[in-house]
């Protein structure tokens, strides 16, 4: 068996048991593969252990990474994990199935008429600075609010939230916030966890986890 696929059965049985744990089912939990950075060796050996669901930082290295993949792989799904500028709306609308880090009303209103024009439904998160850390992106939290109701207005349908809590706090306080926002706007989406956390985001309620270290080992090159 290939790392990838070794990696990923022994992270499959500590998603069941810790969703198991309380009493969730398994599959409300998505796993979705943080492939950047990686080289197409190790995208082609993560296709062959059957992982299907991608999330990229950046929308120039998604395509780079998978526009050969999409007519071979109809059931591929690629989230951006990372910031969203205006003028790649476009082609971030072409590309991805998801899009996790709406956090302004212009690129919610961006994201709608690009959509539109392209006859594409794009399932949509809001991505939430819970921390707020002035250096990261995503809305903050007073502004969420606000926010969902320029969504709803412009009828842009956001399924979720995400978040990326501080490094040098628990993160057990940021997904439960998290989560309360989530229930309180009625948005049963929660892409929250990652390698080192992903347990307590399922503790919380995820319903995915975004992994890269704990699949594909440590990155070549670090981003961010
Ligand atoms: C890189 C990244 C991840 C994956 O992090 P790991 O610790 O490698 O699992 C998840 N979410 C976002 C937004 C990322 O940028």
Redesign the pocket.
């Known amino acids: 068996m290939g790392f990838i696929a070794s990696r990923l059965g022994e992270l499959q049985d500590r998603i069941n048991k810790q969703a198991t744990l309380w009493r969730r089912d398994p599959s409300s939990v998505q796993l979705l593969a943080?492939s950047?950075s990686q080289p197409p060796d190790t995208l082609e050996e993560a296709l062959g252990a059957g992982l299907r669901f991608f999330?990229e930082?950046r929308v120039q290295e998604a395509r780079a990474h998978w526009e050969r993949y999409r007519p071979l792989y109809p059931d591929l799904r690629l989230h951006l994990?990372?910031p969203l500028q205006i003028n790649k709306v476009k082609e971030a609308v072409a590309l991805f199935d998801g899009i996790e880090t709406i956090d302004r009303p212009s690129l919610a209103e961006a994201l709608h008429q690009e959509s539109r024009k392209q006859g594409r439904t794009l399932t949509c998160l809001i991505q939430v600075n819970t921390g707020a850390e002035p250096q990261k992106s995503g809305a903050m939290l007073e502004t969420v609010p606000s926010l969902l109701g320029v969504c709803r207005q412009i009828g842009l349908k956001i399924s979720g939230l995400m978040c990326?809590p501080p490094r040098n706090e628990p993160a057990g306080l940021h997904f439960a916030l998290l989560t309360k926002l989530a229930k309180q706007n009625g948005l049963p989406e929660l892409s929250m966890g990652?390698?080192?956390d992903f347990e307590t985001a399922i503790q919380a309620g995820a319903t995915t986890i975004?992994?890269?270290?704990?699949l594909f080992g440590e990155?070549p090159e670090p981003?961010?």
Request: glycine fraction near 16%.
């Open positions: 943080v950047k999330g930082n994990i990372g990326l990652m390698s080192h975004r992994i890269g270290t704990a990155k981003i961010r």
